[in-house]
T-cell receptor
C-alpha cells in the first residue's frame, strides 16, 4: 500500500532563517506531488506541483521554492523566511488519472518568530 | 479558471441527526471530478467521497452521500446519523479532466460541529 511521510510535524523558525520541509511517498511510482499551505481556519492554497523528477510548477509567486530530486521525494525550501510564511503545510500525492484523489501527509505546522 | 464556493463557514448538527453541507462551483467544462475531504482537529486531510460528473448516479459511502446537480453546478454532502467523530472541517474540491497535474481547486471549507 502507498504511504506518504512528511516531516517535521512542527517547526519554529526565526525570521530570515532557511527552511527545508521534506515529503516522501512509498508504494507507488511517478506520482504527481503537491505542496499546499493552509492559513488558520482557511482553505488550501496550492503552492507547487510536480509531475516528474525535476519538473516543478509554481502556482503562487513567493519566496518559497520546491524541488524533486528523486521520483518520490518532494522538498519545500526557503532561503529567508518571512513572518507571512507561517501556516500549516501539506504535502500530497496522486496517480496520473483524473478520477483518483489526492492523498495527503500529516502536515507541518510552521511558526515564524 | 474554476472556482469552488462553500457558503456555510460553520454548521452544527445534533448527534444522530442528518446535516447537509453546501458546495457550488463554476466551470465551463462538461466533464470533471468532484471530491469532499474531511480535516479533523488532527489536521489530516481525509477523502470522504468523490463523484465523476459524467455519472448521473449520486455517490454514496456508508453514512455519506452527495446530491450532485450538474445543471445547477451544486455538489452538496449529506451526513446521516451524525457522530461525534464527524466534527471537522469539510472541503469541497474540483478537478478538471484537462489538467495534466491533476490539480484540485478547493473551497474555503465548512466547520461542522456535532452536539452530543
Amino acid at each position: 500500500s502507498q504511504t506518504i511521510h512528511q516531516w517535521p510535524a512542527t517547526l519554529v523558525q526565526p525570521v530570515g532563517s532557511p527552511l527545508s520541509l521534506e515529503c516522501t511517498v512509498e508504494g507507488t511510482s511517478n506520482p504527481n506531488l503537491y505542496w499546499y499551505r493552509q492559513a488558520a481556519g482557511r482553505g488550501l492554497q496550492l503552492l507547487f506541483y510536480s509531475v516528474g523528477i525535476g519538473q516543478i510548477s509554481s502556482e503562487v509567486p513567493q519566496n518559497l521554492s520546491a524541488s524533486r530530486p528523486q521520483d518520490r521525494q518532494f522538498i519545500l525550501s526557503s532561503k529567508k523566511l518571512l513572518l507571512s510564511d507561517s501556516g500549516f503545510y501539506l504535502c500530497a500525492w496522486s496517480v496520473g488519472t483524473n478520477n483518483q484523489p489526492q492523498h495527503f501527509g500529516d502536515g507541518t505546522r510552521l511558526s515564524i518568530l | 479558471a474554476q472556482t469552488v464556493t462553500q457558503s456555510q463557514p460553520e454548521m452544527s448538527v445534533q448527534e444522530a441527526e442528518t446535516v447537509t453541507l453546501s458546495c457550488t462551483y463554476d466551470t465551463s467544462e462538461s466533464d470533471y471530478y468532484l471530491f469532499w475531504y474531511k480535516q479533523p482537529p488532527s489536521r489530516q486531510m481525509i477523502l470522504v467521497i468523490r463523484q465523476e460528473a459524467y455519472k448521473q448516479q449520486n455517490a454514496t459511502e456508508n453514512r455519506f452521500s452527495v446530491n450532485f446537480q450538474k445543471a445547477a453546478k451544486s455538489f452538496s454532502l449529506k451526513i446521516s446519523d451524525s457522530q461525534l467523530g464527524d466534527a471537522a472541517m469539510y472541503f469541497c474540491a474540483y478537478r478538471s479532466i484537462n489538467n495534466a497535474g491533476n490539480m484540485l481547486t478547493f473551497g474555503g471549507g465548512t466547520r461542522l460541529m456535532v452536539k452530543p
